[in-house]
């Protein structure tokens, strides 16, 4: 005997290797094309649009860059079709749940640049409103005799389901008379029972080939207070149950959720099939999609490993910038717009597969180099010293905000005797292919004028600390003598005098090996020692009214954006987003 894919092999092939980049489309626009979900109208007679989708997230957690692939998909493709997608807390579980994490989970979909809003009604559910028609179902299914209370413990229900080779057994309880189920689920709902006494399951088939079939367990007593409705019940419903009812409820026409749930489709179908034949709802009902979730390289995306990263301080917090939470990425510097463009691009499929961290980076330098204004930062910093310039003498030099649109503007900042260099910019030997600064040779100072090198201070143990050069007046970018000096190397430089002193991090990849958790792997062994440093670095002084979020290119470095949390009117404290090329070796 098989494990089912009850809906057939073939149609996830056919699904699988759709020409679209996105699956689901397909699925949508034949849909549409047939007219299966046109013409519908809610219970208040309002019409519904041909597309209903949801976003369910569990509130016991925050979001990350899984979730924003499932957010892109959902609310993209009500969006794509005119149609509506609703943000739903599945908050039928009992504990765990805080206000916390539905707080982040609405701001986090509002950032990425969604919203919950149709025709001017707002469409933000709690699954745990639910609850009394989940029951009222309930009890509809165990009088049409669908369902009954079982009262085998827990180890003979477990040993009694059978296996993948194996049938299951029907239960000794399964023909009790409906009354009497219909009694116990009364007195369950009462409280009259402990935890586990027992439970109340559909009456499907034992012997189905699929184990979700095998008279799935549909309510469990739990004396658990609840966030929402406090101690009203003791009786929960099951997730495979509630989920679909949830979407029926709220006329979801595509119920798109990860290929983990494929197997549990049938059971899905079963319930509202079940719940329509009672007049709960009307055809045409919901229908689940799975697709391919997103497995990132360089990072965990499980609940779990990520609040354990956070309870063992192995990372500042749930944004820090280092996370591939949402509110992680977000302090990072992504912006909604590259997150968006990644899921794009990654597509939607059937199959499972890896995505290198290194697309994630590319959509957000893709994103970022059009938008962000540049800047001149000197991380590691060396002083240089124009002997030939006059101590007091400040030049301004002029600078396009961005290369490739002039109408952004300029920015200026001056030029002075002492200026902060990179240190890996002077070579006292230089090596073969060096252009840049070492003695006898001229570079340009990008914006300002060639000079040429004639030596460097050392201190005691040889280190060096200081280079000379001297500068020639009629050089200056921008003017006409300029286009007489030809040199090969361009470097960056901020006046000493002027700059602003800034703390900068320096943020890499949080983990070293391409897949940190792989095959039960400990992912704390995997973990990159070099993925945060924190130096003070000399900026150009315009740096200084750098707002929070604000992204800027550093000239030669890469992206950089003004911490969020950090930085303070006048202060700034810079994130490295990303650097200008991938070092990874990846695409
Ligand atoms: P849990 O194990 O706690 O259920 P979860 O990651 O599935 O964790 P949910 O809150 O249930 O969390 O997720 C909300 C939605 O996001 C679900 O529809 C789920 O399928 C989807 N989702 C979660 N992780 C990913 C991922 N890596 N790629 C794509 N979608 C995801
Ligand atoms: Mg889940």
Same mark, same amino acid.
């Given at each position: 005997m098989s494990n089912a894919k009850p809906n057939g092999n073939k149609a996830a092939a056919a699904e699988a290797n759709a020409?679209?980049?996105?699956f689901l489309k397909g699925l949508i626009e034949a849909d549409l094309a047939s007219g299966k979900y046109t013409n519908r109208t809610d219970h208040l007679g309002h019409p519904l649009p041909p597309v209903v989708t949801r976003f369910p997230p569990e509130p016991n957690g925050y979001l990350h860059i899984g979730h924003a692939k499932a957010i892109c998909v959902d609310f993209g493709l009500a969006r794509d079709f005119g149609g509506r997608c609703h943000m739903r807390f599945?908050?039928?579980?009992?504990?765990?749940?805080e206000q916390e994490y539905v707080d982040t989970i609405l701001d986090s979909v509002k950032w990425l640049?969604?919203?919950?809003?149709?025709d001017g009604r707002e469409h933000l559910y709690y699954a745990s409103n639910y609850f009394d028609k989940f029951y009222e179902i309930a009890e509809y299914l165990i009088s049409a005799g669908h369902a009954y209370v079982d009262s085998q413990s827990a180890e003979d229900m477990a040993k009694n389901r059978g296996n993948f080779g194996e049938p299951g057994k029907n239960s000794?309880?399964?023909?009790?008379p409906t009354a009497e189920s219909l009694d116990l689920f009364r007195r369950m709902k009462a409280g009259e029972f402990k935890d586990g006494e027992h439970i109340l399951r559909a009456?499907?088939?034992?012997?189905?080939?699929?184990?979700?079939?095998?008279?799935?367990?549909i309510y469990r007593i739990r004396h658990a207070h609840h966030?929402?409705?406090?101690?009203?019940?003791?009786i929960y419903p099951m997730y495979d149950y509630a989920h679909p009812l949830e979407d029926a409820i709220e006329y979801v026409s595509h119920s798109l959720c990860t290929l983990e749930f494929q197997d549990h489709r049938p059971f899905y179908d079963w319930v509202l099939e079940r719940a329509a034949e009672g007049g709960f709802f009307k055809h045409p009902l919901p229908q689940q999609i799975e697709f391919a979730r997103l497995n990132l390289t360089y990072a965990v995306t499980s609940k779990r490993k990520l609040l354990q990263m956070v309870e063992e301080k192995?990372?500042?917090?749930?944004?820090?910038?280092?996370?591939?939470?949402i509110v992680g990425l977000r302090r990072r510097g992504f912006t909604p717009e590259s997150i968006q463009l990644f899921c794009e691009r990654i597509g939607v499929s059937k199959a499972d597969s890896w995505i290198d961290m290194g697309v994630l980076e590319g959509a957000l330098r893709d994103d970022l180099d059009e938008k962000a204004p540049r800047g001149v930062a000197v991380l590691r910093p060396l002083k240089l010293i124009?002997?030939?310039?006059?101590?007091?003498l400040s030049v301004e030099c002029t600078a396009p905000v961005h290369p490739h649109f002039p109408e952004r503007g300029h920015r200026t900042f001056p030029i002075t005797k002492e200026l902060w260099i990179e240190e890996?910019?002077?070579?006292?030997v230089p090596s073969k292919g060096y252009f840049r600064l070492f003695p006898g040779n001229k570079v340009r100072l990008r914006y300002g004028y060639v000079v040429e090198c004639t030596g460097c201070d050392k201190d005691e143990n040889g280190k060096v600390i200081a280079v000379h050069c001297n500068y020639f007046?009629?050089?200056?970018?921008?003017?006409?003598?300029?286009?007489n000096y030809k040199v090969k190397g361009n470097i960056h430089w901020v006046s000493s005098t002027h700059a602003l002193e800034a703390e900068v991090r320096l943020y890499d990849r949080?983990? =070293?090996?391409?897949?940190?958790?792989?095959?039960?792997?400990?992912?704390k062994q995997a973990?990159?020692?070099? =993925?945060k440093e924190v130096i003070t670095a000399y900026l150009e002084?315009?740096?200084?009214?750098a707002l929070p979020d604000e992204k800027f290119q550093f000239e030669r470095h890469g992206y950089f954006v003004a911490d969020r949390v950090d930085s303070t009117p006048g202060k700034p404290v810079f994130n490295r987003v990303v650097t200008l090329k991938d070092s990874w070796g990846s695409k």
């Amino acid at each position: 005997m098989s494990n089912a894919k009850p809906n057939g092999n073939k149609a996830a092939a056919a699904e699988a290797n759709a020409p679209s980049s996105n699956f689901l489309k397909g699925l949508i626009e034949a849909d549409l094309a047939s007219g299966k979900y046109t013409n519908r109208t809610d219970h208040l007679g309002h019409p519904l649009p041909p597309v209903v989708t949801r976003f369910p997230p569990e509130p016991n957690g925050y979001l990350h860059i899984g979730h924003a692939k499932a957010i892109c998909v959902d609310f993209g493709l009500a969006r794509d079709f005119g149609g509506r997608c609703h943000m739903r807390f599945d908050d039928t579980n009992p504990t765990k749940e805080e206000q916390e994490y539905v707080d982040t989970i609405l701001d986090s979909v509002k950032w990425l640049g969604f919203g919950w809003t149709h025709d001017g009604r707002e469409h933000l559910y709690y699954a745990s409103n639910y609850f009394d028609k989940f029951y009222e179902i309930a009890e509809y299914l165990i009088s049409a005799g669908h369902a009954y209370v079982d009262s085998q413990s827990a180890e003979d229900m477990a040993k009694n389901r059978g296996n993948f080779g194996e049938p299951g057994k029907n239960s000794p309880f399964r023909d009790r008379p409906t009354a009497e189920s219909l009694d116990l689920f009364r007195r369950m709902k009462a409280g009259e029972f402990k935890d586990g006494e027992h439970i109340l399951r559909a009456k499907i088939d034992m012997a189905s080939p699929n184990m979700n079939m095998r008279d799935p367990a549909i309510y469990r007593i739990r004396h658990a207070h609840h966030h929402n409705t406090g101690d009203k019940w003791c009786i929960y419903p099951m997730y495979d149950y509630a989920h679909p009812l949830e979407d029926a409820i709220e006329y979801v026409s595509h119920s798109l959720c990860t290929l983990e749930f494929q197997d549990h489709r049938p059971f899905y179908d079963w319930v509202l099939e079940r719940a329509a034949e009672g007049g709960f709802f009307k055809h045409p009902l919901p229908q689940q999609i799975e697709f391919a979730r997103l497995n990132l390289t360089y990072a965990v995306t499980s609940k779990r490993k990520l609040l354990q990263m956070v309870e063992e301080k192995i990372v500042d917090g749930w944004d820090d910038p280092r996370m591939p939470t949402i509110v992680g990425l977000r302090r990072r510097g992504f912006t909604p717009e590259s997150i968006q463009l990644f899921c794009e691009r990654i597509g939607v499929s059937k199959a499972d597969s890896w995505i290198d961290m290194g697309v994630l980076e590319g959509a957000l330098r893709d994103d970022l180099d059009e938008k962000a204004p540049r800047g001149v930062a000197v991380l590691r910093p060396l002083k240089l010293i124009i002997d030939n310039f006059p101590d007091e003498l400040s030049v301004e030099c002029t600078a396009p905000v961005h290369p490739h649109f002039p109408e952004r503007g300029h920015r200026t900042f001056p030029i002075t005797k002492e200026l902060w260099i990179e240190e890996e910019d002077f070579m006292e030997v230089p090596s073969k292919g060096y252009f840049r600064l070492f003695p006898g040779n001229k570079v340009r100072l990008r914006y300002g004028y060639v000079v040429e090198c004639t030596g460097c201070d050392k201190d005691e143990n040889g280190k060096v600390i200081a280079v000379h050069c001297n500068y020639f007046p009629d050089s200056k970018s921008g003017t006409e003598g300029s286009a007489n000096y030809k040199v090969k190397g361009n470097i960056h430089w901020v006046s000493s005098t002027h700059a602003l002193e800034a703390e900068v991090r320096l943020y890499d990849r949080l983990f =070293a090996d391409p897949n940190p958790d792989a095959g039960g792997k400990d992912f704390k062994q995997a973990l990159n020692p070099n =993925a945060k440093e924190v130096i003070t670095a000399y900026l150009e002084q315009g740096m200084k009214a750098a707002l929070p979020d604000e992204k800027f290119q550093f000239e030669r470095h890469g992206y950089f954006v003004a911490d969020r949390v950090d930085s303070t009117p006048g202060k700034p404290v810079f994130n490295r987003v990303v650097t200008l090329k991938d070092s990874w070796g990846s695409k």
